[in-house]
């Protein structure tokens, strides 16, 4: 089945300790990407990747590292969360068309204390 | 900058009652045009999307969008809406050129339907 997996799906930690979030996808996609999602503010890119390492910021890079070592595999690393990091967080796939749309993990329920 | 707006933040309507969610974006240039579904607890899915030719497009479960390229606007619409169509609905926006792989999202309009 083709999809987009992230790893956990909740967690809750605390200011400074380092994370990591994994994502995967299984459809070859070149293109991935993470957002978050607060209320009232829909949707905003953090970072994304148009290919092995490839990376670029989106809106809301502060804050987050990512790596793209493998087509598969973008990771969000947050190296010292902060409470105002405390989002619900989705990754994202797509082939390369520019008409390919993206699909969606189930998202992390990230919280910081 | 690129931005997308969505007029309505709540709606509540009643079963069987029509739906219009406005959506604008601000870029100028050729773009892709989608629109998602988040229902509760669950992650995004696409509804529909707009890449070219007929402006009217449909989608899953009953809805349409109408891209009016003169007005930058991508309305969602369903004639008769149903309890289980209480979700979240947000509207985005590619630009065509560059393939950036850039999404833009609008801030969501949260629909609640009373049955």
């Known amino acids: 089945e083709a999809q987009v997996t992230q790893n956990p799906r909740y967690l809750i930690t605390v200011t400074g300790k380092k994370l990591t979030v994994t994502c995967s996808q299984n459809?070859?996609?070149?293109?991935m990407s993470w957002y978050r999602q607060d209320p009232g503010l829909g949707l905003r890119q953090i970072y994304y990747?148009?290919?092995?390492?490839?990376?670029d910021k989106g809106d809301v890079p502060e804050g987050y590292k990512v790596s793209r070592k493998e087509k598969r595999n973008f990771p969000l690393i947050l190296e010292s969360p902060s409470p105002n990091q405390t989002s619900l967080y989705f990754c994202?796939?797509?082939?390369?068309?520019?008409?390919?749309?993206?699909?969606f993990g189930n998202g992390t329920r990230l919280t910081v204390t | 900058a690129q931005s997308v707006s969505q007029h309505n933040h709540h709606v509540i309507l009643s079963e069987a009652a029509s739906l219009e969610l406005g959506c604008n974006y601000s870029?100028?240039?050729?773009?892709?045009l989608f629109w998602y579904v988040q229902y509760p607890g669950q992650h995004l899915q696409l509804l529909l999307k707009?890449?070219?030719?007929?402006?009217l497009v449909k989608g899953i479960k009953g809805f349409e969008a109408e891209f009016i390229k003169s007005k930058f606007s991508f309305n969602l619409r369903k004639p008769s809406v149903q309890w289980s169509d209480t979700a979240e609905y947000f509207c985005?926006?590619?630009?065509?050129?560059?393939?950036?792989?850039?999404?833009?999202f609008g801030q969501g309009t949260t629909l609640q339907v009373k049955p």
């Open positions: 994202a796939s797509s082939g390369s068309g520019v008409n390919s749309p993206l699909h």
């Open positions: 459809m070859n996609h070149e293109y």
């Open positions: 990747s148009m290919n092995v390492e490839v990376t």
């Open positions: 870029y100028g240039g050729t773009v892709n």
């Open positions: 707009y890449f070219s030719g007929d402006p």
């Open positions: 985005a926006v590619s630009r065509r050129a560059g393939n950036t792989g850039k999404l833009i």
